[in-house]
């Protein structure tokens, strides 16, 4: 869809424009939006399913709210397109998620509107609730709105904070966007009439003057008031969805046709006036207004370039299907193997499995930390369990990893996938943490191939040789096609034999390093056990006058810190030159932009190599003067 074919869109320059448009039109700048949402995700990949089932709710949130002194929380905010769309962001919308364009996720630096940076789940109800009590601290009177979608309802935090809100009665207004099936069954006309009237003033004003009155009745009132309170309570749990809010602390409004602008607009105002928790319960079609998405919205929900026309997608077979597989051909002979994914069957590859082996396969939804633990219980009773994990999503269960799992030597896997850099999903979502988190857990065993071949073997050690807690790590998109070569997974492989100048490269960096030291007199080294170290490769490497190391991972905790801290324990007199991630917010392009970005692409490795040859041949010359 072209701007000029935006003829209501190009209008809203703010959402205080959206009062000006009629019930007609609002639906037809809904119908707008989906359309130039379908054509740019198509282009630049994106969150399409999530962001093209909120678009009604979205308008209706900025109809009822002033956003740029009220306060809009997203979970996890992938979902976030149509509030930048609607909050002066139109402009420049085609380069969202490209460099030094429109973010994909809420970005604080990037509009007044956007009140918290999410990129993770199940986060967006205790932020909520910070700004609503640092707020109270300062005297400031506004809405505050936290948008949920009840995937991040099964992320545990999440209850945290709604037990908090309810327990402290704070006046906090939780959209709940439903885009599955309703969490009950309960949705006809007498629970929209019930909502409706539990949240006018007259209703509530009634309710506070007869509890009052009944409770001054001599000796029986107090008694009386709760016997009738009871007795409304089983009604209400008879024919209300949701009691779980209720029993928080929340006054439960819903559930409510997502997709109605009028109606949307009519129950946030009735919430905007209620000074207590509310619950507002939306029931949306994710991928709504775009036949494929609605037909595969977990294909839609996170996807790269696709055609716009079919919505087939452009993007190859990556790692992840890879990894998959071969789980798949293990799991033939190997009845032990379970494996496990939080909310991330598609992303993490594991369709296949579940198709295949359905007993054996197990989503828990976004819930990181159970995943981990769980794992741990089912190998103490032999199973053998494989988690497949994004690298960034795996940070929240740092605490089970090492308690859970590494105290106890317990053979858990970790595939641990979108290892490194990942492009436009940008800072929230890089995963360059797990090397330097994952080396310093007891008795854990960390994997990182170069190749194809070599994941597929890292998976066959784990599952065949280790007894210990395993994390074979790579990248998103999918490694090259080099020959295994057929040793040992735990040692390293001299792809150059070593020489005064050695590149020490770990997972798809290996291939980095082999470009950029083509035609030069360099050794490089394809390091693809990260704990233990290969004790003999890096008595080699310490024999040698410059080593550079080179990871996909943050530089100054992770391989080459490690390695050079292996250096100065032998008392090597080598320099060690570490390349890596530096300790900074890298912003979302494309992942050769960010390789750049970091001097980890071949260009800039290649210049290093130079540089210190250069600086060798110099070192020789003055001696050979001397």
């Not at 109605?260 to 991928?287: F, R, W, Y």
Request: hydrophobic share 40%.
């Amino acid at each position: 869809m072209e701007h000029s074919d935006l003829r209501l869109l190009n209008k809203i320059l703010s959402p205080r424009d959206l009062a000006a448009l009629d019930a007609a039109q609002l639906d037809a700048l809904a119908d707008e939006i989906r359309g130039l949402l379908i054509t740019t995700v198509s282009k630049n990949g994106g969150h399409l399913a999530s962001n093209l089932g909120v678009v009604e709710l979205t308008i209706a949130l900025h109809r009822v709210f002033d956003f740029k002194t009220d306060r809009l929380v997203f979970d996890v905010g992938h979902q976030s397109y149509v509030h930048k769309l609607l909050t002066g962001r139109l402009k420049g919308f085609e380069e969202l998620r490209k460099r030094g364009g429109i973010a994909g996720f809420p970005k604080t630096t990037e509009s007044v509107y956007d009140a918290f940076n999410t990129g993770h789940s199940s986060t967006s109800v205790s932020a909520a609730i910070g700004i609503m009590r640092a707020d109270a601290l300062q005297g400031v009177r506004r809405s505050v709105v936290a948008v949920i979608g009840d995937g991040a309802l099964t992320g545990g935090m999440a209850y945290e904070a709604l037990d908090d809100v309810g327990q402290q009665q704070l006046p906090l207004i939780v959209v709940l966007n439903d885009n599955e099936m309703s969490i009950s069954g309960n949705v006809g006309g007498m629970s929209r009439h019930l909502a409706k009237v539990r949240s006018g003033r007259r209703y509530r004003g009634f309710k506070r003057r007869f509890s009052s009155s009944l409770k001054r009745i001599p000796h029986i009132g107090s008694k009386l008031s709760d016997r009738l309170e009871r007795l409304k309570n089983r009604f209400k749990y008879f024919l209300l969805p949701n009691v779980l809010f209720e029993e928080l602390g929340f006054t439960y409004l819903g559930p409510i046709n997502g997709h109605d602008i009028s109606a949307l607009t009519e129950v946030l105002e009735h919430a905007k006036q209620m000074d207590k928790p509310v619950v507002v319960h939306v029931l949306t079609q994710k991928g709504k207004g775009y036949a494929p998405a609605e037909q595969n919205p977990e294909k839609f929900h996170g996807i790269g370039k696709f055609d716009e026309k079919t919505g087939e997608s452009k993007s190859s077979v990556g790692n992840s299907a890879i990894f998959a597989g071969e789980l798949c051909r293990l799991a033939e002979s190997n009845g032990r193997i379970t494996a496990i994914t939080a909310a991330m069957t598609s992303g993490t590859g594991l369709e296949t499995f579940k198709n295949r082996f359905p007993e054996r396969f197990f989503d828990v939804g976004i819930a990181e930390q159970h995943a981990v633990t769980m794992a741990a219980g089912m190998a103490v009773s032999g199973a053998l369990p494989v988690f497949c994990v994004y690298s960034s999503f795996l940070q929240r269960a740092y605490d089970q990893l090492l308690h859970d799992v590494c105290l106890q030597d317990l053979k858990v896997i970790f595939g641990i996938d979108r290892a490194g850099l990942v492009g436009a999903d940008g800072e929230t979502h890089h995963g360059i943490y797990d090397i330097a988190y994952l080396m310093t857990l007891p008795n854990m065993k960390l994997l990182s191939p170069s190749s194809r071949d070599e994941l597929r073997a890292c998976l066959d050690w784990a599952v065949e040789n280790c007894k210990s807690p395993c994390a074979i790590r790579y990248n998103r998109g999918v490694l090259p096609e080099r020959a295994y070569d057929g040793g040992s997974v735990l040692r390293w492989e001299f792809i150059s034999p070593a020489a005064p100048v050695t590149v020490a490269a770990t997972g798809r960096m290996v291939e980095a390093a082999i470009n950029a030291c083509k035609g030069l007199p360099v050794g490089v080294c394809s390091a693809r056990c990260l704990r233990p170290m290969d004790e003999a490769a890096l008595e080699a490497l310490s024999r040698q006058e410059v080593i550079i190391t080179l990871e996909d991972g943050i530089v100054n905790a992770g391989f080459g810190a490690q390695l050079a801290a292996s250096m100065c324990e032998r008392g090597a007199a080598c320099r060690v030159i570490n390349l890596g991630v530096p300790n900074r917010v890298v912003e979302q392009g494309t992942v050769a932009q960010q390789d750049e970005e970091c001097g980890i692409d071949e260009a800039s490795v290649r210049a290093r190599v130079l540089e210190q040859l250069a600086l060798a041949a110099t070192q020789v010359r003055e001696v050979k003067n001397v």
